[in-house]
């Protein structure tokens, strides 16, 4: 059998809006645990500071906080507050929802950033989102700090951090 | 180690469509026919079977090894799934590898299926769950802005142009041309995939493999079932693979290191001190196109920051001096996940048998790499194999 003689061809669109379909919507919830560490990180996210471990054996300030060392495995040697300001390691510019639908012409531009937070090891980043700038004007190595919501409103989630704005 | 020679001595691959009227399991017995025919082997003399599938999210079927089962010609013997991801491709041959080098059977078939289309309102919605649930999905995560941070990262490291990158998609999409399973093979210039939508800066939508539907398969024997199949067997002469941290912020994006220790690992295996030398044609994952040139570096073919200009050079081309992806690559066959790794394996089978058509390389290689990555820039994993 050569692969001219396989018959898989693939629906045209015609024939795939006339095809008969059955779907299917999971109506799945998922209640995650934080776990230890993380709970950590979320509880001093809610009083507008960021957490990092701690570890004596590598030395390492790390984002996000963790409760164990995976490079020396060993339990890792407490926590301490990091600024909420930092480096943009880099960035994109997103015209598109997580479904790969189009944002609007008039929506405003997701701008998805990876941070080197300060007071951490150096490479420590997290993912987050940059605001209140002109994506055109965005560069890597820019500084940019945390905008928090409002104490009230914080919840203990990644979302506190608003997003990051250059300073 | 006292580990057996193991040859693949058949292979079978489907065409890459974007929606297969074909289940998983019907588009998994057409691959494994053939593959079985070319061998010249039938079912009941297979021993053992490994399936590699992508996450079951795409086809909305769980256990979907155990489902896939009767079309990989599974029924009652060792069956497993094996998954790394999108390496899983690349691993599944491996694994294959490990069930006949230890000893543990003498054959042993590969079938790597996937089924995309069945995802809506697009497959890509689907990776949604890879990003950390706790501090990564609150800020509503699209597969792409991983890849866009990696691809500026990239660029900005080596001071590289989107002009830079979008030849390897111009390259791959024109060499796909020749490929019997290819779903997207065009003639696209320079222009085309620089001016395509832009999905997510520096990304546009031709940097990007198609999501696809698409069934691989490859019979592995041992050295003596081999003698007696084939004049022609090409040998598994090195594996690797190797897995970084999921807390993918806090590396580097501009090199893969995993896919280099997954490479090293091979090469060792294979007797290779000198990859740039010594490997004659390369299949490295191209789902973006930066991707092949990340990859390429992380293979050890050139020096880091150097495949971007090879490639303007037409080093890689398939008339080159080292051959990439002259299958055309996820970005011109199609990138059914698992089965795009197996079916890059495939092509350095046909490449060394000189039986690639008019996708054959000049120079009668004799060594040939190829590699697939996957999940949150995390994974690598490689084959050498050798005629």
Same mark, same amino acid.
């Given at each position: 059998m050569k692969i001219e003689q396989v018959p898989v061809k693939g629906l045209t669109s015609e024939e795939y809006d006339k095809a008969v379909k059955i779907s299917w919507k999971p109506k799945l919830q998922y209640a995650w645990d934080n776990g230890i560490a993380i709970g950590k990180y979320l509880q001093a996210l809610k009083e507008g500071k960021?957490? /990092? *471990?701690? =570890?004596?054996? =590598? +030395?390492?300030?790390?984002? @996000? $906080?963790? *409760?164990?060392?995976?490079? =020396?495995?060993? @339990?890792t040697d407490g926590e301490t507050y990091v600024e909420d300001t930092g480096v943009v390691n880099t960035f994109a510019i997103c015209h598109v929802n997580w479904d790969a639908s189009r944002l609007k012409p008039d929506e405003p531009r997701h701008i998805p950033a990876v941070i080197e937070i300060n007071g951490a090891s150096s490479g420590q980043g997290i993912m987050h989102v940059l605001g209140n700038v002109n994506p055109a004007d965005v560069k890597i190595g820019m500084k940019v700090r945390a905008v928090w919501k409002p104490a009230g409103e914080r919840e203990g989630s990644i979302t506190d951090i608003k997003y990051f704005e250059p300073y | 180690m006292g580990l057996r020679k193991v040859a693949i001595v058949g292979a079978g691959i489907t065409k890459f469509v974007r929606r297969a009227e074909e289940t998983g399991q019907e588009m998994s017995y057409l691959a494994v026919k053939m593959a079985l025919d070319q061998a010249g082997l039938k079912l009941k003399d297979v021993e053992m079977v490994t399936v590699g599938s992508a996450p079951d999210a795409f086809d909305g079927v769980h256990m979907?090894?155990?489902?896939?089962? *009767? %079309? $990989?010609? %599974? #029924? #009652?013997? &060792?069956?497993?799934? #094996?998954?790394?991801?999108?390496?899983? %491709?690349?691993f599944a041959p491996i694994h294959g590898w490990m069930h006949v080098a230890s000893g543990a059977c003498d054959v042993c078939l590969v079938v790597c299926s996937e089924k995309m289309s069945s995802c809506h309102p697009h497959p890509q919605g689907a990776f949604l769950t890879i990003f950390d649930h706790t501090t990564e999905q609150p800020l509503k995560p699209t597969l792409i802005w991983i890849f866009a941070l990696e691809m500026r990262r990239y660029m900005e490291t080596y001071g590289l142009t989107r002009a830079d990158i979008a030849r390897v998609s111009v390259k791959n999409k024109n060499n796909a041309i020749d490929h019997p399973s290819a779903q997207v093979a065009e003639k696209v210039t320079l222009e085309d995939v620089l001016n395509s939508e832009v999905l997510a800066e520096p990304v546009h939508r031709l940097d990007i493999s198609p999501a696809s539907d698409g069934a691989a398969a490859v019979v592995l024997v041992s050295e003596e079932v081999a003698k007696r199949l084939t004049d022609k067997p090409v040998w598994i002469a090195g594996v690797g693979w190797n897995l970084d941290t999921a807390y993918w912020a806090t590396k580097d994006l501009y090199y893969p290191r995993y896919v280099e220790k997954a490479a090293r690992m091979a090469y060792e295996m294979a007797g290779i001190s000198e990859p740039q030398k010594e490997i004659h044609v390369a299949e490295p994952y191209d789902p973006f196109d930066y991707k092949e040139l990340h990859h390429m570096e992380g293979l050890l073919l050139c020096d880091r920051g150097e495949a971007a200009r090879l490639t303007a050079e037409g080093y890689t081309a398939r008339s080159g001096n080292l051959p990439v992806c002259p299958s055309g690559g996820a970005l011109g066959v199609g990138n059914p996940i698992s089965a795009t790794g197996l079916m890059k394996v495939i092509e350095i089978f046909l490449q060394l048998r000189e039986e690639a058509g008019k996708? &054959?390389? @000049?120079?009668?290689?004799?060594? +040939?790499? /190829? &590699? $697939?990555?996957?999940d949150l820039m995390q994974v690598g994993t490689v084959i050498v194999l050798r005629r």
């Open positions: 960021i957490l /990092a *471990s701690l =570890c004596h054996g =590598c +030395g390492r300030t790390m984002l @996000p $906080a963790r *409760s164990f060392c995976e490079l =020396c495995w060993r @339990p | 979907k090894g155990e489902y896939l089962l *009767s %079309g $990989a010609g %599974g #029924n #009652n013997k &060792q069956y497993i799934r #094996n998954f790394v991801g999108g390496g899983t %491709g690349v996708r &054959q390389v @000049p120079g009668k290689p004799k060594v +040939g790499v /190829a &590699q $697939a990555w996957g």
